[in-house]
């Protein structure tokens, strides 16, 4: 029955398009209280990868940043969903109340252009030794509203809250606040933009948070963002809770934001050979954000960001160690993370410069450190990224983007399987086009 709703919503926008009434997005129903309209990014291209595996049907079809589920076999060419975007679709509304008084709704499902399969991570059934396809960890796991689902209501003076599946608040910063706090905000050409874990404060699936209830608020050019996401569970009330907090200034010419997030009984998930089925470990995470952007002059425009993430042992694992499904997929091995806590230092500078009207050239480098625990040696994963974007209209664009990914230390990367020796090195290249409507 949704599925059929959304095919009607979809067929009506494009009777209107036809019927000219389409403008920057697809009005639905336009009444001088109700908005309702439909919206979208289509972005796809080509890649060639080196040290990788075989491209495959998940969110993107490639991993840029040396996955350890794949047995990598070599250089690669083939087609990536989402090189810059990720892309997608969605439905937002909103009805004026009066009295500064709105009510608001967003569902957003991304999907993959290449073979129109709405998005996944490819995990489940994606393992093995022997299984050759790039695969990932996502917050996307086949849900139809796998990016954003929720509702809300707001005051032109008290704010406003919102509740459901929401961004994390770091994802935020990243990828969307001032512009996007990443110099070069490329799906698959920034490491803090493909893995979630960045957003996430350290792990993927926390980069979009389930059954949150947030608050925002903004006062002149400050803002106030507040997020707690219910776990739910009986016995154990802070059991798969998410408690976040961000505070920042935006002005034309600067910005800069703070965010810290502490989740406690998070999954982070890994491939298993079984068909549907995944591998899931819990922990609690910490994690602390500081972004800053500065126009230098009118086309250059400078940004930098620290993130410090904490990974530590979980404090439910009795009542997370009875479950055996999460969202479609059944947990074939349930773990909970033990031993010293695990930290990972990130940094990243870069810049943008716009040449033209058309024409806009990115640059990034991105540092995760992370220290020696327990038995794992020191770790160091450095990123090079440029990206060139040609504008051919408000609305359609072309990029040619790659990231340069280097490894020392324990990040050195030994596949499974068929494949050759460590590998320290991977580098991603590609071109693209993206149609927003």
Known sequence: MMQKKVFTLALVAGLGALAGTAQAEVGLVNTPQTD???????????????????????????????????????????????????????????????????????????????????????????????????????????????????????????????????????????GSVGGGYDPVNAQMFSPINFSGSYGGGGATDNSRVDNAIKYAKKLGNFNVNAMYGMGGVATATSARSNAQLNGGYEADAFGVQLAMQHAVDTTALAANGTTNTVNATFENLTSYMLAARYQVIEPLTLKAGYEREQISAPSNYGVDSLMTTIYSYNIGTNAAYTGTQKNINVYWLGANYQFTPAVKASVGFYDAKTPAYGTHLDATDKYYSAMVEYNLSKKTNLYAAMMLDKKSGGAVYTPTGTGPGSISAFNTYGVGVRIKF
Not at 54 to 60: A, E, I, K, L, Q
Not at 66 to 73: D, I, L, M, P, S
């Open 36 to 174: 309702l309209s439909l919206y979208g990014v289509l972005d796809v291209g080509v890649a060639q990868m080196t040290n990788a595996g075989n491209f495959s049907n998940f969110v993107t079809g490639a991993v840029p940043t040396g996955n350890v589920n794949t047995a990598r076999v070599g250089t690669v060419r083939g087609m990536m969903n989402g090189g810059e975007s990720q892309s997608r679709w969605g439905i937002k509304g909103s009805e004026d109340m009066g009295n500064g008084n709105k009510a608001f709704f967003q569902l957003e499902s991304a999907f993959s252009l290449g073979n129109g399969a709405i998005a996944t991570s490819g995990l489940a059934g994606g393992g093995g030794a022997t299984n050759r396809n790039m695969i990932a960890d996502t917050a996307l796991n086949g849900q139809l509203f796998n990016r954003m689902a929720l509702i809300g209501i707001s005051n032109n003076d008290l704010g406003a809250l919102s509740f459901g599946r929401q961004y994390s608040l770091q994802l935020d910063i990243i």
